[in-house]
């Protein structure tokens, strides 16, 4: 049986809240599977509001054509 793989997660802020800016494609790719799918909050360790900040950012960066839609 394989062990899940976490990702890391990205820069935290001082009251310990994490930071997702959607200018920063090359950080919210890390979130991506190689098809350009978000990655479940099994396997990336994030909270539920994290895990929906992180939505917000990659859906703002595919509108801005910085992320693909699918590959």
């Known amino acids: 049986m394989q062990k899940k793989q976490r990702v890391e997660k990205p820069v935290v802020k001082s009251d310990g809240s994490h930071v997702f800016d959607y200018k920063d494609a090359a950080s919210l790719t890390h979130y991506l599977t190689e098809r350009g799918r978000i990655i479940p909050r099994s396997r990336s ?25 699918a590959n």
């Open 45 to 69: 360790g994030l909270t539920a509001k994290e895990q929906r900040a992180l939505a917000q950012a990659v859906k703002r960066a595919r509108i801005l054509a910085l992320l693909p839609f």
